[in-house]
T-cell receptor
Framework: KAGVTQTPRYLIKTRGQQVTLSCSPI?????VSWYQQTPGQGLQFLFE???????NKGNFPGRFSGRQFSNSRSEMNVSTLELGDSALYLC????????????FGEGSWLTVV | AQKVTQAQTEISVVEKEDVTLDCVYE???????LFWYKQPPSGELVFLIR??????QNEISGRYSWNFQKSTSSFNFTITASQVVDSAVYFC??????????????FGQGTTLQVKP
């Protein structure tokens, strides 16, 4: 069974640009969550999508958005990039019931210059 | 408020030593879930174990063992006879009950384990 797949793995963007990251969950999983990991703030929850609907959201500005498609694949977008957005962005999938094991992908390393 | 504390920032041991990673959590819920993940340099968070708040049975899996104690709000992780391949950052995480918490894990700051040959 394939794991959580994220693309691209590495990318460099310039301040002010926008970026879109993609995530394919484990087959059969309907919940996709996104996390940001930085050395200063650690791992922080961005949002969760289930059956194409955002179900939960963390404490991030509106520049961070996401969506989920009917095949459960998800994308997250960050607009007007700031230097502080440089981070590892991790996607996770689960069956969507509270307490289910949440499986993570390898992440997308974003550098904003 | 919910919180996970991993007081040990970095631990360095020599191969074959036993090592215990500490995790203390705070929650007001009576139903919650605790997790341990391992993060190698590649970045992926690898799931190790999940425990719910009603299951205090400690578990041993190969060289890994976990000690869950609700009385002290701790969920510690021990590696017996450590190996160089165990070198990674280890995260303890909490998932609380409630519709606003689905998909949401609260992570500790992580403990970097270095196992030297």
């Amino acid at each position: 069974k394939a794991g959580v797949t994220q693309t691209p793995r590495y990318l460099i963007k310039t301040r002010g640009q926008q970026v879109t990251l993609s995530c394919s969950p484990i087959s059969g999983h309907r919940s996709v969550s996104w996390y940001q990991q930085t050395p200063g703030q650690g791992l922080q929850f961005l949002f969760e999508y289930f059956s194409e609907t955002q179900r939960n959201k963390g404490n991030f500005p509106g520049r961070f958005s996401g969506r989920q498609f009917s095949n459960s694949r998800s994308e997250m977008n960050v607009s007007t990039l700031e230097l502080g957005d440089s981070a590892l962005y991790l996607c996770a999938s689960s069956e969507g019931v509270l307490g289910n094991t949440i499986y993570f992908g390898e992440g997308s390393w974003l550098t904003v210059v | 408020a919910q919180k996970v504390t991993q007081a040990q920032t970095e631990i360095s041991v020599v191969e074959k030593e036993d090592v215990t990673l500490d995790c203390v959590y705070e929650t007001r819920d009576t139903t919650y879930y605790l997790f341990w993940y391992k993060q190698p340099p590649s970045g992926e968070l690898v799931f190790l174990i999940r425990r719910n708040s009603f299951d205090e049975q400690n578990e041993i899996s190969g060289r890994y063992s976990w000690n869950f104690q609700k009385s002290t709000s701790s969920f510690n992780f021990t590696i017996t006879a450590s190996q160089v391949v165990d070198s990674a950052v280890y995260f303890c995480a909490l998932s609380e009950n409630g519709s606003s918490n689905t998909g949401k894990l609260i992570f500790g700051q992580g403990t970097t384990l270095q196992v030297k040959p």
